[in-house]
């Protein structure tokens, strides 16, 4: 799916990136598909284009973004991202666990507890194995950031805790959450028939948050168990969200849906992912999936 969102022009040379052959593996956490690039031995200079470029589902390989995994000085590997539109981003939960997933099966971190640096800082794994291909992983995501200047999110307070807001003529109740990137969080009885595609793009741009933001539209289901939809921030709809999910699970909490330190189900359109949120870390465990590898040139 191309990214809808027109809040932001990538103005980049679509053919700023050097020529060469590159192996690939198409890999997905819950249908939230990345291209990944082993970049241990090989560098790609200008990822921005390519992301956009590979992204694309019609034209491409297509992928909801791009994925680097290469050398860290302070950690195992280092993992940096890509949306499908081309924009940074400093963390991506699913995408992690695949990385974790490549680094073992592939042989360069044979390891079942792993450390992958992010630009958020040093995201330890813990690898659920069996006959040596890796089925699950468990993510330490770090901390929730609450304070809006953490977030960000131009919104006075300590929390924006169901916080009423209005948004392109959208009134709602807002929880705002930090998860290495900027999450809103709106509580709805009826998901399934929520307009997402209309309004996930204001959400996304609106003017209260200066770096954008993830939006995820979430439903109570039973004690523990939630669902969501998810707006992400430079990719548009997608199955699913890791960051998103924790997000949606510290919500949960906050407004009273969920228990902390307690595993809190969070079903999306991908599939499961289950989120214990305590007070020194928000723990996030799912699966991921090889589709395919490859070539390809550029």
């Not at 593996?25 to 970049?39: L, R, S, W």
């Not at 560098?43 to 694309?56: Q, T, V």
């Not at 805790?161 to 003529?169: K, L, Q």
């Not at 999450?183 to 741009?205: Q, R, S, T, W, Y």
Request: negative net charge; aromatic residues 8%; glycine residues 10%.
């Amino acid at each position: 799916m191309n990214n809808k969102n027109s809040c932001q022009a990538i103005s980049a040379n679509n053919n700023a990136v050097e020529l060469g052959t590159f192996s690939f593996i198409k890999m997905h956490g819950c249908g939230n598909d990345y291209i990944f690039f082993d970049c241990f031995d090989k560098e790609i200079s200008d990822p921005e284009p390519l992301a956009r470029k590979l992204s694309d589902r019609n034209k491409g390989i297509g992928g909801d973004g791009l994925i680097l995994i290469m050398p860290s000085d302070e950690a195992d590997a280092k993992m940096l991202m890509y949306n499908a539109d081309g924009s940074s981003a400093a963390m991506c939960g699913n995408a992690i666990r695949c990385v974790g997933k490549y680094l073992y099966e592939s042989g360069k971190v044979k390891k079942q507890s792993l450390t992958v640096e992010t630009l958020v800082g040093v995201k330890l794994l813990e690898l659920v194995i069996l006959d040596e291909l890796v089925i699950s992983v468990r993510v330490n995501m770090g901390h929730a950031d609450l304070l809006p200047e953490e977030i960000p999110v131009k919104l006075s307070g300590e929390s924006i805790i169901g916080r009423e807001v209005t948004i392109d003529g959208y009134k709602c109740e807002i929880t705002c959450v930090g998860m290495g990137n900027p999450n809103a969080v709106v509580f709805h009885d009826d998901i399934d028939h929520f307009d997402l595609a209309e309004k996930g793009p204001a959400m996304e741009c609106a003017k209260i948050f200066p770096k954008r933001t993830n939006f995820q539209i979430a439903q109570f289901v039973s004690r523990n168990n939630i669902r969501m939809r998810v707006w992400s921030r430079g990719a548009g709809e997608v199955m699913a969200c890791g960051t998103g999910a924790c997000a949606a699970a510290v919500a949960a909490v906050l407004m009273g849906y969920c228990d902390k330190d307690t595993e809190i189900h969070v079903q999306q359109k991908g599939g499961v992912l289950t989120v214990k949120y305590t007070d020194e870390a928000v723990y996030m465990t799912g699966s991921c999936e090889k589709v395919f590898e490859g070539t390809v040139f550029i």
